[in-house]
């Protein structure tokens, strides 16, 4: 039987490196989309249609493990009720969509990997470690992220080993937020944000989606693993190796946090706020990061 991997948003930002990621190593990708692409000979596309609960279960054919990305990007807008409505039930409709697919058809399908996301530990800033077993946080991002895994433990009932991958910032050349970031520090008006002291939690791309292969070939891993390097890096120490990086100046002053706030609504919180996260239990299961320090990283990506 051929290695096939089913993907949700396996067209957007981490999906489309992990799909490119995973054919290099002799995998089958199988993507769902709301509107079909051209099949090649490694990617098959089906569609589906969160919104009107509909997905073709042809998707299934050949699949062993499902990787879920699929949801609505949190820091795409400023989040108004109507927004945080959206960021939510993408995630949980989209998981339900599968869960009832699985349940209902037959199919091959032995586990089943989902993005989830560091936000779950609280946008807070404290000397803190978070560890997987942790007190989950009470705001809004902590609130989507502990419903979404929620949804996503569900498929355990089904007997299909259950991961996820609690991310933080993913740092990619062309891609995310890194793309945004860089424009000011290209210009020499690169600085730190708020008080600079709240922690950056990131991963490399490719070590993301090294981590997706290591956690699909792996039938150990189960449950929740934090998805970041755990260097304890904070805001201004992010913000100076990025101006060293690009070879720029780093003197301006830092943002205030009342004035991300004006610009961001809520959503600053994002910017302002950040938590110290682990990545202990990923190393204990052997996994080993192709960039584990922050200035090689960002070396690889733009120098």
């Not at 949804?151 to 910032?169: A, H, P, S, W």
């Amino acid at each position: 039987m051929e290695n096939r991997v089913l993907i949700s948003g396996g067209t957007g930002f981490v999906g489309s490196y992990l799909s490119e990621y995973l054919i290099n190593r002799g995998y089958k990708i199988s993507i769902l989309s709301r509107k079909l692409d051209q099949n090649t000979e490694d990617i098959h596309y089906y569609i589906w249609d969160v919104e009107n609960n509909k997905i073709d279960k042809n998707c299934l054919h050949n699949v062993q493990i499902i990787i879920h990305l699929a949801g609505e990007n949190v820091a795409a807008s400023r989040w108004s009720d109507k927004r945080k409505t959206q960021l939510l039930e993408s995630r949980l409709n989209s998981t339900l969509l599968l869960y009832n697919l699985l349940e209902r058809e037959t199919n091959t399908v032995n586990t089943f990997i989902s993005a989830s996301a560091t936000g779950i530990y609280g946008s807070s800033t404290t000397d803190h470690v978070y560890r997987e077993k942790d007190l989950l946080g009470a705001d809004f991002l902590a609130d989507v992220c502990l419903n979404w895994e929620a949804q996503v433990f569900k498929i355990k009932d089904l007997g299909i080993r259950t991961v996820v991958l609690r991310t933080g910032l993913v740092l990619a050349k062309d891609n995310g937020a890194l793309a945004k970031m860089i424009i000011p520090f290209k210009l020499g008006l690169g600085s730190a944000l708020a008080s600079g002291k709240q922690y950056t939690p990131w991963i490399h791309i490719e070590d993301l989606c090294k981590m997706y292969l290591y956690a699909l070939e792996n039938s150990t891993m189960e449950n929740a693993y934090n998805a970041v390097v755990g260097d304890d890096i904070n805001n201004e120490e992010f913000s100076k190796t990025l101006s060293k990086v690009l070879k720029k100046p780093f003197f301006m002053p830092r943002v205030p946090k009342f004035i991300l706030t004006v610009v961001f609504g809520e959503m600053a919180v994002i910017l302002t706020e950040g938590s110290r996260v682990s990545s202990e239990k990923i190393r204990k299961e052997g996994f080993k990061f192709s960039y584990p320090r922050l200035i090689k990283a960002l070396q690889n990506l733009l120098a």
